[in-house]
């Protein structure tokens, strides 16, 4: 059988080569497609290396390509009155049928085998993920396979090949556009998600996305199946032609019928099946993250989330509410019965709309939608609801969408990256749910509290009642923890080995009041399991019983999973950046990590970083005196992370006005003691972002000032070998740019012991210059000095010396930069003023350097985001990754890392530009001279064997 297919398919592909029509096809179809790739969707101005516009125009120009193959098979046949041969030959129908079907689709073959050029060409010019090309293919040749089989249904209804070929267009173009954005906008989404399923469309970009799905794959199959039963059905009532109706004739409908409804029923029992699909994509952008699944397996009462949708809605959100239901029921997937999603439309229940908009706050948004003729305001629910227990978080619009400007007039709206957003919310409900109750219920093992504390007779009068505040904080403690807390006492005054393993392991020693005071005492505190120990800091303020609680209680948390952690920042003072005395705002910042971590402000003057702070940044210093610093010397030496963004100079976008200013951190000595020097100047790369400039465009004698985007060396594009790949903060990142960064220098001698990692760092191509004009006249930007890679950002890990070690606590009176002279060392003191210096850290302490100041700014980012076209928020989430990793919260920094960043082209200049599209265009007139050539010589060789035939006859 399978010879015989092979031979009918053989003698159908030299019937399409006896004439030029074939090769005109083919040359028609490659010249579109060239077209539309490189002109009608200006792939080179698109800077996107992937081959989306190739796969995006497909579908269409297979319509006419398949019409124009197939218009001839069976219609030529009848025509020429050779079908009846054909049919009463040995050769079965059914294997006429299927050879012909070979035969066409191994055509169609051929033609998309020579756009494979394109995407071989794109992985030249850029990093191109394969993952979506072999899904755009196989999208492909799926689509292809249902059109061919359509194709040759209809020929063998009709000897006229004109009308063959208008049927096969009108046909497939009607499964096209069964599930095209045109008719699911004019439909609720209910009825967008029943057309979705029945368009050939909709199905082939879920493809194209690069997953691999069985049930999209099983819907061309059952379309491919069901014509070409109707195909074989139709050449059985050929035979039939002229004779009375029988039985047998009866029992043939009966069988393709059944056949046909058994191909078609099987789409719906698969419609329930979620989990059989193949995600070919880098990183499985499509998939679930095993984050998420560990989220999803925490949950011990049932989560409910909620989608909120209008029918009518903006035409750009529409596609996405399909990709969201999508998303929302692989939750419901992974949770099973733990996870219960619903989706709502609150316009068509007011009982729906009066609970969304009282209880959750979630209110319809006016979106503007202009017709060609008119404009009309939609009133559209866009949002997601995540709830658990008394918990919950709204998702709306802004969360999960990123709008990105095309050019002047369009613009593109996608999904941001929903899994992170869907996550998150869960993690925070959950963790929130979780922290209304003890914190001790979320522990995986019990915790021991030692208290390190001379005994009574040796305490200072005012630690007396300190000391019996901590014993009643320790009971309520206690009696929360239910069993779960280990309290034990040890006095380190009376035990000189315990003392010199408390200075070696945590850098604790003998407190005083003040510098004139000879009675040394201890008072510290520890929390720990069999994993870790952590200090528990002393309360800045009073020492009774509720604080020395809340401060217990604060490093439980520490030790419960996930729990919501507080990140303490130090900021320029909102009163010198609204007067423009230098500084900038972090609002910005600040909203963004308000989902994942607390956000506390400090300024540390007290010489003190809050006591329920997980982690310190410390964001543009200006001036900080020794307190302050002293206060995040010692964070770090109680094992704590501190980040540092800073830098010598200060670039504020002010207008159009952009220089340099000289700025004094008060930490330039701390971090020289660990080997961190930032250099004078500001890098510049070759590899760089862009800046939007101002221009003045004469247009018909009139002047108009226009924004154009042109390369500017100080914004530094930190990609690829830049990015470490040592650590999870930046090896999924992507992309970074860093505007107005100093080069970072580090001392090998000064970090022996210390694991060193350089997270960001310059291209080959870069230089540093200390020039004041940052905006040359004629935006020229030779390179100055000694062109190479610079560090940009360095992570020291490891145990740290304090830079005040061996000298007295600035918080002491009478010590240097104490704000409280030596008189007040009284009855009356303070608590910060019998606070003693740990002298070195443990081996989980961590300092983090960025050499700018600037680019987590709310203007940076702007800036950044007018260059993009779209919200630039990559600074933010190497923040975020940075806060997940120190906080050990790596499940969500596995989710941010997976989102799709912008995979651009390398710089090309136009003579380059147009080198590669000729290129393109040459492999395709060269493939079809091949494929001419190559069926020109088979031809001889048939004629020759038909010669010899005669002959011999």
């Known amino acids: 059988m399978l010879r015989k297919i092979g031979n009918i398919a053989g003698k159908e592909l030299t019937g399409f080569f006896a004439s030029p029509a074939a090769v005109l096809f083919l040359a028609a179809f490659l010249g579109v497609t060239l077209f539309v790739f490189f002109w009608a969707s200006t792939f080179f101005e698109r800077n996107l290396a992937d081959v989306r516009p190739l796969f995006q125009w497909m579908p269409v120009l297979l319509i006419f390509l398949v019409g124009a193959l197939t218009m001839r098979s069976w219609a030529e046949e009848r025509r020429s009155g050779t079908l009846e041969l054909l049919l009463t030959s040995p050769t079965a129908p059914t294997e006429l049928v299927l050879g012909k079907f070979v035969g066409v689709l191994v055509l169609v073959l051929v033609a998309l085998l020579l756009t494979l050029p394109l995407p071989i060409t794109v992985s030249f010019l850029g990093p191109l993920d394969w993952g979506p090309v072999i899904g755009g293919y196989a999208a492909a040749i799926c689509l292809a396979a249902s059109y061919v089989a359509v194709g040759l249904w209809i020929s063998c209804r009709t000897d006229n090949q004109i009308v063959s070929l208008i049927l096969t267009v009108v046909i497939t173009g009607a499964f096209y556009l069964i599930g095209s954005d045109t008719l699911t906008s004019l439909v609720g989404y209910r009825g967008a998600e029943w057309l979705h399923d029945l368009g050939a469309g909709s199905r082939f970009a879920s493809i194209t996305r690069g997953v691999l799905d069985l049930r999209d794959l099983y819907y061309y199959f059952s379309i491919t199946a069901t014509f070409l039963v109707l195909n074989r059905l139709s050449l059985e009532r050929l035979r039939w032609a002229g004779n009375r109706a029988t039985a047998a004739h009866q029992r043939w409908y009966w069988v393709a019928a059944l056949l046909i409804a058994n191909l078609v029923g099987a789409n719906f029992w698969l419609g329930q099946i979620g989990s059989a699909r193949l995600d070919l994509t880098a990183g499985r952008q499509y998939t679930l993250s095993d984050a998420t699944r560990s989220y999803l397996a925490e949950l011990q009462e049932p989560l409910l989330i909620r989608g909120y949708f209008s029918s009518a809605t903006h035409p750009l959100l529409a596609p996405l509410i399909p990709q969201l239901h999508d998303l929302l029921e692989e939750y419901a997937v992974a949770g099973g019965s733990k996870v219960h999603v619903e989706f709502v439309d609150p316009h068509e229940d007011s009982r729906v709309e009066a609970e969304a908009n009282n209880r959750y706050n979630i209110r319809p948004v006016p979106f503007e939608v202009a017709g060609k003729y008119k404009a009309s305001v939609v009133n559209t629910y866009f949002d997601i609801l995540v709830s658990y227990g ?55 093992a019990p915790l021991t509290f030692t208290g390190y504390i001379s005994s009574s007779a040796n305490l200072p009068e005012q630690l007396q009642s300190a000391r019996s505040a901590l014993d009643a904080a320790l009971s309520d403690v206690q009696k929360e923890a239910g069993g779960r807390l280990k309290v034990q006492f040890q006095d380190p005054g ?100 308000s989902d994942s971590v607390r956000w506390l402000d400090t300024d540390l003057k007290d010489g003190h970083v809050p006591a329920d702070a997980d982690m310190l940044m410390v964001l543009e210093p200006m001036g900080l005196d020794d307190r302050q610093v002293f206060a995040i010397d010692q964070f770090l030496m109680q094992g704590g992370t501190v980040l540092v963004a800073t830098a010598p100079e200060d670039v504020a976008p002010n207008g159009q006005n952009l220089s340099p200013r000289p700025i004094r951190s008060g930490l330039a000595d701390w971090l020289g003691g660990y080997g961190l020097t930032l250099d004078h100047g500001l890098v510049l790369d070759r590899q760089s972002g862009a800046l939007p400039i101002p221009v003045r465009e004469n247009v018909g004698g009139a002047v108009i000032p226009e924004l154009e985007l042109a390369s500017y060396p100080y914004i530094v594009d930190v990609r690829g070998a830049g990015l470490s790949d040592a650590t999870p903060i930046t ?10 960064v100093a080069p970072i220098e580090v001392d090998a001698r000064h970090n022996m012991g210390r694991k060193v990692t350089v997270l960001l760092r310059s291209s080959p191509g870069s230089w540093v210059s200390d020039s004041t004009d940052l905006v040359p006249a004629d935006f020229r930007f030779a390179p100055s000095g000694k062109v190479e890679s610079h560090p940009l950002a360095v992570m020291l890990e490891g145990q740290f010396d304090s830079a005040f070690k061996g000298k007295p606590s600035p918080l002491l009176p009478g010590a240097a930069g104490a704000s409280t002279p030596a008189s007040a060392a009284t009855a009356g003191a303070q608590p910060d003023q019998f606070n003693g210096v740990i002298e070195h850290s443990p081996d989980t302490a961590r300092l983090i350097l960025v050499g700018s100041s600037t680019m987590f700014s709310d203007q940076v980012l702007e800036l950044l985001g007018q260059a993009q076209g779209h919200t630039y928020t990559k600074p933010v989430e190497f923040l975020q990754n940075v806060i997940d990793s120190s906080l050990e919260d790596q499940g969500l920094m596995s989710i941010r890392g997976r989102e799709h960043f912008a995979r651009t082209l390398e710089p090309l200049s136009n003579g380059a530009e147009q080198f590669w599209e000729y290129l393109n265009y040459g492999i395709a007139l060269g493939g079809l001279a091949l494929v001419w050539l190559f069926n020109r010589r088979r031809r001889r060789r048939l004629a020759a064997r038909h010669l010899k035939l005669l002959q011999e006859g």
């Open 390 to 444: 008394d918990q919950y978080q709204v998702l709306d619009f802004r969360d999960l969408i990123d709008v990105k400007a095309q050019d002047e007039t369009h613009i593109n709206v996608e999904l941001k990256n929903p899994e992170y957003a869907i996550t998150g919310a869960i993690r925070k409900v959950l963790l929130s749910y979780q922290g209304g109750g003890s914190p001790f219920d979320a522990l995986a």
């Open 494 to 593: 009376a035990d000189a080995t315990l003392a010199t393993r408390l200075t070696h392991d945590f850098g604790f020693h003998p407190m005083v009041l003040s510098l004139n005071d000879a009675h040394p005492f201890w008072f510290y505190m520890t929390l720990g399991d069999a994993q870790q120990t952590q200090q528990i800091p002393l309360p800045s303020s009073d020492l009774d019983e509720a604080h020395l609680k809340s401060a217990i209680d604060d490093v439980v948390k520490r030790f419960a999973p996930g729990v919501l952690k507080t990140v303490a920042v130090v900021s320029p003072p909102a009163a010198a950046v609204q007067e423009g005395l230098g500084g900038e705002s972090f609002s910005t910042l600040r909203q963004s990590l």
């Open 731 to 740: 090896s999924d990142l992507g992309q970074i740019d860093m505007p107005w």
